[in-house]
């Protein structure tokens, strides 16, 4: 079965803003993310892609756009499935003012639990996301063989989500994982199990390095902005 390269997308303005963006409309990359979506081709560029399908939201179709640039025989195919997470009525407010909502709670520590107002359950969100990835992979195999490998551009709680699934671990353990932005996560799927092979690889280690203000033991929401 194929290799499944998972691409967050660049760091947004909403990331730098520190809002949860969610659905909200024209969220793009700032100059940060713009810069990482142009090294991507380079990054990429070893790997023969069959296909690529990325979500709707502006941030995605923007971070994939300078690799099919650079790939002019490759399109790219839309799914919502693998769009961002529905926050309701919490999409577009700031992530500090949402850490004194009860719900935060669930969401880090029961997120099979969580199901935002107005918008999707999480368990909604990685079971959608799961049939998407199924599903490219029947369709990749069947299109360009079993060793291809294909790409997908989607979010930080998806990218989560779609690691824990492969994994086997609960959706409540899927908060331990972190993907920053830009960053390239692999998975090769085979009959017996999913192999992750790579996991938020962003081909630096600055997000490692001591902060002035150091991370908390929270979960961001959505995925964190990585590196100042």
Not at 37 to 50: C, D, N, Q, T, V
Not at 59 to 66: G, L, S, V
Not at 114 to 123: D, I, N
Not at 165 to 174: I, N, R, T, V
Request: net charge negative.
């Amino acid at each position: 079965m194929p290799t499944l390269i998972l691409v967050r997308h660049g760091r947004s303005t909403a990331n730098t803003e520190g809002l949860l963006a969610g659905w909200t409309p024209g969220v793009a990359l700032d100059e940060r993310g713009a810069a990482q979506a142009a090294a991507l081709p380079g990054r990429l560029a070893g790997l023969p892609l069959s296909e690529i399908v990325t979500s709707p939201l502006q941030r995605c179709q923007e971070t994939i756009r300078p690799l099919l640039d650079a790939r002019p025989g490759l399109r790219a195919h839309t799914d919502e499935r693998i769009g961002e997470c529905h926050y309701g009525d919490w999409s577009g407010r700031k992530l500090a003012e949402l850490k004194d909502e009860p719900l935060m709670e669930v969401v880090q520590a029961h997120p099979s639990a969580a199901a935002f107002p107005g918008g999707e359950s999480m368990r909604a969100m990685q079971t959608r996301a799961a049939e998407a990835v199924r599903e490219w992979n029947a369709r990749v195999e069947r299109d360009h063989g079993a060793d291809a490998v294909y790409l997908m551009c989607s979010h930080g709680d998806i990218i989560k989500s779609l690691v824990a699934e492969a994994l086997g671990l609960h959706l409540d353990l899927f908060q331990r994982i972190s993907v920053e932005p830009c960053s390239v996560t692999a998975i090769r799927y085979t009959r017996l199990r999913p192999f992750l092979v790579r996991l938020g690889d962003t081909g630096d280690f600055a997000s490692l390095a001591p902060r002035e203000e150091p991370p908390g033991d929270e979960a961001t929401v959505g995925g964190g902005a990585g590196a100042p």
